[in-house]
């Protein structure tokens, strides 16, 4: 794994020769050795059609590349950072919540509407992260923004998991997901403006929950 986390609130990351990673533009703290920062134009590991397809859904978020010999440290907005670790799996992530990833990650859109029908679409209009999601694929780490902290909730077949929309960071294995409408004592759960809807993850893999209803 690349990153090192300094606190909650920064990471280190390893550059090494011949490697590049990618992260979000501006979250350069400081860094040592001979490394270079350059405007990601190709979208990343999915190259051109990525871009477009990112740029069509609204996750054109804007990326650095980051090349060279050395160290890094990465931040931004006081926001807390967590580093998932990717084992051959795809990690399903709002684009503006990426800091910093491994370039070796293979790097795409999904149109959530095909993760839970109709119910996914609406979950997008309810948490207002639009209906589309970043995702990356293969072996590696990539480091995401949340806010408050962020805690880590296994998925399993016997076990869903509930979660409230506006605090749903990523989540990462061969899970499903599915936007349902609150009933009766549920809808006084959740604070935010999708108070009134549950997002249910099932399958085999894990969700990360972020201890707050706040938006990037």
């Known amino acids: 794994m690349p990153f090192r ?84 799996d795809t990690l399903y992530v709002e684009a503006d919540r990426l800091l910093a990833f491994d370039g070796s990650l293979q790097q795409g859109t999904m149109f959530m509407g095909s993760q839970g029908g109709v119910m996914g679409m609406v979950r997008g209009q309810v948490t207002g992260q639009g209906l589309f999601t970043t995702t990356l694929k293969g072996h590696g780490a990539v480091a995401v923004m949340a806010h408050g902290g962020v805690i880590e909730l296994p998925i399993t077949p016997q076990r869903p998991v509930h979660v409230d929309p506006q605090a749903y960071v990523a989540h990462h294995g061969d899970v499903r997901n599915k936007l349902s409408a609150a009933l009766g004592w549920r809808e006084m759960v959740g604070r935010g403006s999708g108070e009134a809807f549950q997002l249910e993850l099932s399958g085999q893999g894990a969700v990360y929950v972020q201890a707050s209803e706040d938006k990037l």
């Open 5 to 88: 986390e300094i606190n909650s609130k920064m990471v280190e990351a390893t550059v090494l020769p011949g490697q590049k990673m990618f992260s979000q533009r501006g979250a350069m703290l400081a860094y040592k050795g001979d490394v270079s920062f350059t405007p990601n134009i190709q979208g990343g590991q999915g190259g051109l059609m990525s871009m477009i397809g990112r740029r069509v859904a609204n996750e054109a978020t804007p990326l650095m590349t980051v090349e060279g010999s050395g160290t890094v440290m990465f931040g931004h907005g006081g926001h807390h950072i967590q580093v998932i670790s990717l084992q051959g």
